[in-house]
């Protein structure tokens, strides 16, 4: 923000010796104080302002979303889940063992859980399935392939077994429920059928594992007594005998039951303190869910949508409300002036003039009586080029003689304007070639001098600035004896010196942007320019100020009733005119 520190006389222009007196400023508008809860509904106010201007590309964003989501349900593939589940028992103790007062029953049954999570049993499962021979389970696939070559990886090779017992690993998803002792083994596939199967082979494998781990023990214990009878009483003994049957009889069972899961995987052995449920296919796809997809892609397309929103809007657009104005600069707002059409209204040309007009009697051109010693000179110019200070000029002429006032537009902007009218150069370098301008204008109620010279040395009036000085002081006191106001087009503050010189001799300066697109920090750049040379800004006009997005940027101000009651602005009807001249006859 630029702060309002400005000289109360023009030292350069003393020194100069022009004898121009000081002026005061225009004033600034009152300051509106608000609160912190103001704050904070004003800036909660201006965020969904914004995101309903900016509504249809919000609206793009979301459909956007949303036709994102449908094609990746269209394309995506089908998730099924199988899942087996195992209940613990621990009423019957002969299974288990009683929980421990060290370890209670819950914790046992995460240990089971984790037993079911265990590499060891992934491989035992995938070389029963052979899985290992499956391309599914052992393919790493494009992406893997390509990742793979351009990291140049030297990983160690690993086995098929190890390869397909890490991807089977990745359909794994157990869960137990520490209350009702239940272990859910769940296996996500593109199958359903595909899915029961694994399941149930975790499921098969877990239970071979707990009934082979029964008979080992029982195998070991025999062959212990076996061991001990042998000793105790010699080879022949009856209790040798019965100790070597109780050995053959273990090793049957342990035999048998060997054969049996390799044969009969789909027959589950009895478990003391455990029972089982097998899992079964279901033939409605668990993902992806259409809901939760439609959703989740309408929430990441509007959440960037509004951040995509938000942060333009925070980028320096330039001016959008009178109040932007003061409190960014600490420079009054002059007047904005409306498009001449816009998309709401194809003419505004009447809101047009009366913005002009209510501009020209704020900053005191209109409403001063008719006495010539109160001319006004007005320095027009614009922080870079194409902002639409030349055309503003000429607005401001019409307005003013409009208004019956007598107009002189100086034109200092540096051109290649050839011809034989009088040009600005011609009437700075003679007395007589002004007087001459004077009278051939006598009879016009609006003139131009326009420069022809660009900024060659030789021929640029404004070269010496000791010399242009007393030359356009000459012309400023003549002009002042046959108009009103004089408007002086000035350059670009920030490229030519030229305005910075101009502007110490005007009554009045006026800096000219372009409505939300002159940036803010170049205006800013300007008016510190300028005030730091002892040149009084007064006042930022916004010209091409579109009607019609107004209303959404600010409410309560002049021009957003000038934007909302365009009908004001409009003849009436047919009817109504003939009605109002039946009653004047």
């Given at each position: 923000m630029v702060e309002r520190n400005l000289p109360e006389k023009r030292s350069p222009v003393d020194a100069m010796n022009l004898g121009l007196s000081p002026r005061a400023p225009l004033p600034l508008p009152p300051i509106r104080r608000q609160g912190l809860a103001s704050f904070y509904e004003a800036h909660a106010v201006e965020t969904l302002r914004t995101l309903w201007r900016r509504k249809y590309l919000l609206a793009g964003f979301a459909l956007v979303g949303l036709l994102t989501a449908l094609l990746l349900l269209v394309t995506s593939t089908r998730i099924y889940t199988a899942t087996a589940v195992i209940q613990f028992d621990f009423g019957r103790m002969e299974a288990v063992g009683p929980p421990s007062a060290a370890m209670d029953a819950g914790s046992l049954v995460e240990g089971q859980a984790q037993m079911l999570r265990s590499r060891a049993l992934a491989r035992r499962v995938v070389a029963k399935l052979k899985l290992d021979e499956n391309p599914a389970y052992i393919s790493s696939g494009f992406v893997g392939r390509t990742l793979n070559s351009l990291l140049q990886r030297?990983?160690?090779?690993?086995?098929?077994?190890?390869?397909?017992?890490?991807?089977?690993?990745g359909q794994l998803e157990i869960s137990n429920n520490p209350r009702s002792y239940l272990i859910y083994v769940t296996i996500k596939s593109t199958s359903p059928e595909q899915a029961a199967i694994l399941a149930n082979a975790y499921l098969s494998e877990y239970v071979n594992d707990k009934v082979m781990q029964r008979l080992r023990e029982t195998e070991a214990t025999a062959r212990s007594a076996l061991?001990?009878?042998?000793?105790?009483?010699?080879?022949?003994?009856?209790?040798?005998?019965?100790?070597?049957?109780?050995?053959?009889?273990?090793?049957?069972?342990?035999?048998?039951?060997?054969?049996?899961?390799?044969?009969?995987?789909?027959?589950?052995?009895?478990?003391?303190?455990?029972?089982?449920?097998?899992?079964?296919?279901?033939?409605?796809?668990?993902?992806?869910?259409?809901?939760?997809?439609?959703?989740?892609?309408?929430?990441?397309?509007?959440?960037?949508?509004?951040?995509?929103?938000?942060?333009?809007?925070?980028?320096?657009?330039?001016?959008?409300?009178?109040?932007?104005?003061?409190?960014?600069?600490?420079?009054?707002?002059?007047?904005?002036?409306?498009?001449?059409?816009?998309?709401?209204?194809?003419?505004?040309?009447?809101?047009?003039?009366?913005?002009?007009?209510?501009?020209?009697?704020?900053?005191?051109?209109?409403?001063?009586?008719?006495?010539?010693?109160?001319?006004?000179?007005?320095?027009?110019?614009?922080?870079?080029?194409?902002?639409?200070?030349?055309?503003?000029?000429?607005?401001?002429?019409?307005?003013?003689?409009?208004?019956?006032?007598?107009?002189?537009?100086?034109?200092?902007?540096?051109?290649?304007?050839?011809?034989?009218?009088?040009?600005?150069?011609?009437?700075?370098?003679?007395?007589?070639?002004?007087?001459?301008?004077?009278?051939?204008?006598?009879?016009?109620?609006?003139?131009?001098?326009?420069?022809?010279?660009?900024?060659?040395?030789?021929?640029?009036p404004f070269a010496s600035f000791a010399y242009a000085g007393r030359s356009f002081e000459r012309l400023l006191t003549a002009a002042k004896e046959h108009y009103d106001v004089v408007i002086v087009t000035a350059p670009p503050v920030l490229l030519l010196t030229d305005s910075v010189f101009l502007g110490r001799f005007a009554d009045i300066c006026l800096l000219v942007a372009g409505w939300n697109k002159t940036p803010k920090a170049t205006v800013a750049e300007a008016v510190h320019r300028l005030t730091e040379n002892g040149v009084q800004v007064d006042g930022v006009v916004l010209t091409e100020v579109d009607l019609g997005r107004y209303a959404s940027f600010a409410t309560g101000d002049r021009m957003y009733y000038l934007s909302r009651y365009k009908e004001a602005f409009r003849s009436p009807p047919k009817s109504a005119r003939r009605m109002e001249n039946r009653l004047g006859e």
């Open positions: 030297k990983s160690t090779p690993t086995s098929n077994i190890d390869t397909a017992a890490q991807r089977l690993q061991a001990d009878a042998r000793a105790a009483f010699g080879e022949r003994h009856p209790k040798v005998i019965q100790a070597k049957g109780a050995l053959a009889s273990a090793e049957a069972r342990l035999r048998d039951q060997e054969k049996s899961s390799t044969e009969h995987t789909e027959i589950l052995p009895r478990v003391p303190g455990q029972s089982f449920l097998k899992a079964e296919p279901e033939w409605i796809p668990a993902g992806p869910n259409p809901i939760a997809m439609i959703a989740l892609g309408l929430a990441i397309a509007t959440l960037a949508g509004v951040g995509l929103v938000l942060f333009q809007e925070r980028r320096d657009t330039g001016f959008r409300t009178e109040d932007g104005v003061p409190a960014e600069l600490g420079v009054r707002c002059a007047g904005m002036i409306p498009r001449a059409s816009d998309k709401f209204s194809a003419d505004r040309k009447l809101e047009r003039r009366e913005a002009l007009r209510s501009l020209c009697l704020s900053i005191g051109l209109t409403g001063r009586g008719t006495d010539r010693a109160g001319a006004r000179v007005v320095m027009v110019s614009s922080a870079l080029p194409n902002s639409g200070a030349a055309d503003f000029a000429n607005e401001l002429r019409r307005s003013l003689v409009e208004e019956g006032s007598r107009v002189l537009v100086v034109d200092a902007s540096p051109s290649s304007h050839a011809g034989n009218a009088i040009g600005l150069d011609d009437a700075l370098e003679s007395s007589e070639r002004l007087e001459e301008f004077f009278a051939d204008e006598s009879g016009n109620s609006a003139s131009e001098l326009r420069r022809k010279a660009g900024l060659n040395g030789a021929r640029n």
